[in-house]
């Protein structure tokens, strides 16, 4: 088998989302050096603060000040930190109980080593020099060996809240499109389209991803294609792609390779956009170097006769 | 769901398992190609073809492959033309089956297709992990799936339920099996610390499998399958997101999900535990009470092979298998999702008696 193509797929996500009355005054406080928990009915005091109680489903919104100091409840040693993570020194994951509440908060601990944590240590919130209104506005915890601080009121008010956050992601891949996509791809470097064919019902399938869809078996008979084809269906597009350098409006189009018994994906140039009709004869443009047809372009010839395309609609 | 009989009833069972091996990367294979081979066992042991399937149901994640809508492309492995009745769920397919069983239930259909899969290669699954966490308080710290884990095996070590010994135990125990699909076998040094307490032994292989599982209802049942495993109960639980709300070193949604599965009306031969890692197999064991007399995870369990979205299926599989072998008359098969066990399903399955 030949090696199959790999290549970097990076998924990036700027998720923005709105926060409610709970998390707003949570995050805001972060931002102005306050800790919030809510209570629930039965008195118990959740930082970090919920809208619903996890046991009886029922909204609260009774917001309390509680401690930047607090007691870790469990730890785990992180030798090696992680892109993304709070420090980027060997650290302690930690669940701290701060001082005033019933439940815990998950964050890092910066310590000298796993020698210097254990489950019960006192410890308190180190500030992030600069605070937006995000869980990150904790920059991490510290050992701390003084006493408690004290917890006020508090109603939760502040000038200017946060109502949103900005959750960055990024998650790299090395994306591989398989045997028989990785077939196909290198033969359209050559400037050929190859299909392959089921074994059962005898369709080829352009791109072929290895399986007939119709019967659920693996193809793997190689079929070469085209070039020509026939525009099936198409739409018009007027909305201008991020970093595609097409002028709008522009025709997409379902074309069906000669050979092939299922259209393919492709754009339309060569002819303006209010004249591409279904039953267009066209054929692949490659620009220089292109491992694949830039676009699909009138052959010159007569249009198709509907009945040798409607079954590939 | 209670395991009492309601009347009238339909009895469900697992007629047929197949399972992928389990390998580290397969570059070489798209899903859909990946999975093909299985379908094509599962099928193969009944008989039936995909045209007589009355319902397909799938489980597997987007995250994994990095794509959006990526498991309409594994559709194309169980011929989805003419059309099928078909529906997906985005996580590990022991929910597809239990959508599956409900199906059936209600009389829509008397056989069902249930698969799943992942390939965890193409990705760095500890960071893929990540995004099933809050988005507000907890993945913007990026703590990935081993780092939470070990959080949960020392709240269990502080609590004396178990120590770093014990713990190795486990990790050996389940890789002596001789499961033929499991990427881990034999003997394999515990390691260093991944995120301590937690070793490399104590966390599971990261690879990419598959798996599928036929059911039937009643006498359809007994045709397919000399011996059935039927499905006395299923039932799924879910805990609070926040980690900090939970007792980690429990898991009370499990043994309620076991209770209304009826997994305590009687003990069970066999318990196929779905526990990626060492330290969440006592949490298990603890929620369920299970004594020495059960058998656990002869197949290896996660910590031999834990393809994402297919391993929990897999348990429930495994669990059928033996019943179908006369390895086990009463068993249970249990399936996890989320951080330190935040959601579980339970199975009871049972061989009729010999
Ligand atoms: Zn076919």
Same mark, same amino acid.
């Given at each position: 088998m030949p090696d199959v193509l %790999? &290549?970097?797929?990076v998924v990036e996500f700027p998720f923005t989302r709105s926060l409610g009355p709970v998390q707003s005054a949570f995050l805001t406080g972060l931002r102005e050096r306050v800790v919030l928990g809510v209570r629930t009915r039965d008195g118990r005091t959740l930082v970090p603060p919920v809208e619903y109680d996890p046991v009886t489903a029922e909204e609260i919104r009774d917001l309390v000040h509680v401690g930047a100091t607090g007691t870790v409840t469990t730890w785990a040693w992180n030798h090696e930190p992680r892109r993304g993570q709070p420090l980027d020194t060997p650290f302690a994951w930690v669940l701290v109980r701060l001082d005033g509440a019933d439940t815990a908060l998950l964050h890092a601990l910066d310590a000298p080593g796993p020698d210097a944590v254990r489950t019960g240590m006192r410890v308190r919130v180190r500030w992030a020099e600069e605070r937006t209104g995000a869980i990150t506005d904790i920059a991490c915890f510290e050992p701390y060996d003084g006493d408690d601080s004290e917890v006020t009121f508090h109603a939760g008010e502040f000038a200017d809240p946060v109502h949103g956050i900005v959750a960055q992601a990024r998650l790299d891949y090395t994306y591989s499109p398989g045997r028989a996509q990785t077939a196909y791809i290198n033969a359209l470097a050559e400037r050929r389209a190859v299909g392959e064919r089921c074994p059962s019902c005898r369709k080829v399938y352009v791109p072929p991803r290895g399986a007939c869809p119709t019967c659920g078996v693996a193809t793997s008979e190689q079929v070469e294609v085209g070039p020509a084809g026939t525009v099936t269906t198409f739409c018009i597009v007027n909305i %201008? &792609? %991020?970093?595609?350098d097409i002028e709008v409006p522009y025709v997409y189009a379902h074309i069906a390779l000669d050979g092939a018994d299922l259209a393919l994906h492709g754009r339309i140039g060569g002819i303006p956009y209010d004249q591409v009709r279904m039953g267009l004869r066209v054929e692949p443009v490659w620009t220089e170097g292109g491992r694949y047809p830039d676009h699909y372009r009138p052959t010159g010839e007569p249009d198709a006769d509907y009945e040798t395309y409607k079954e590939l609609l | 769901m209670t395991s009492e009989a309601s009347p009238g009833r339909r009895e469900i069972a697992v007629v047929a398992f197949a399972q992928s091996d389990t390998l580290r990367s397969t570059a070489e294979l798209s899903e859909v190609e990946m999975l093909m081979p299985v379908l094509h066992d599962v099928l193969a042991q009944t008989g039936l073809k995909t045209a007589d399937i009355g319902f397909t149901c799938s489980g597997s994640c987007d995250y994994l492959a990095g794509r959006a809508f990526s498991f309409t492309l594994a =559709?194309? !492995?169980? !011929?989805?033309?003419?059309?099928? @009745? +078909? @529906?997906?769920? +985005?996580? *590990? #397919?022991a929910w597809a089956l239990y959508e599956a069983w409900t199906k059936l239930l209600s009389g829509d259909a008397d056989t069902a297709l249930v698969y799943s899969y992942g390939k965890s290669s193409p990705g760095s699954l500890r960071d893929v992990l990540t995004r099933q966490l809050d988005p507000y308080y907890v993945a913007p710290l990026w703590p990935d799936s081993v780092a939470l884990a070990a959080l949960q095996a020392q709240a269990l070590i502080d609590a004396g339920d178990t120590d770093e010994r014990e713990l190795a135990a486990i990790g050996a125990r389940s890789r002596?099996? *001789?499961n033929p699909r499991a990427?881990? %076998?034999g003997p394999v040094p515990q390691g260093d610390y991944l995120v301590r307490p937690l070793r490399r032994g104590d966390c599971p292989p990261i690879g990419d499998g598959a798996a599928a599982v036929i059911l039937a209802a009643g006498e359809r049942a007994r045709e397919l399958c000399e011996r059935p495993a039927w499905i006395r109960g299923i039932d799924h639980r879910i805990e609070a997101h926040s980690l #900090?709300?939970?007792?980690?070193? *429990? @898991?009370? @949604? &499990?043994?309620?999900a076991a209770e209304r599965a009826g997994a305590f009306e009687r003990p069970v031969d066999t318990a196929e535990l779905h526990a990626p890692f060492t330290s969440q197999e006592v949490v298990l064991r603890k929620a369920l009470g =299970?004594? *020495?007399s059960t058998r656990i995870n002869p197949s290896g369990g996660a910590l031999a092979a834990n393809p994402m979205m297919a391993a929990g299926l897999a348990r429930i599989g495994e669990a059928a298998v033996r019943i179908h072998r006369g390895e086990s008359d009463r068993a249970l098969a249990h399936a996890t999702s989320g951080p330190c066990l935040q959601q579980?399903?339970?199975?009871? =399955?049972?061989?009729d008696p010999r």
């Open positions: %790999k &290549a970097p797929l %201008k &792609a %991020k970093n595609l | =559709l194309d !492995g169980v !011929g989805a033309w003419p059309p099928i @009745s +078909e @529906s997906h769920v +985005e996580t *590990d #397919g002596t099996t *001789d990427q881990l %076998k #900090g709300v939970r007792d980690l070193t *429990d @898991s009370p @949604s &499990a043994r309620l =299970l004594g *020495d579980n399903l339970v199975a009871v =399955l049972e061989g």
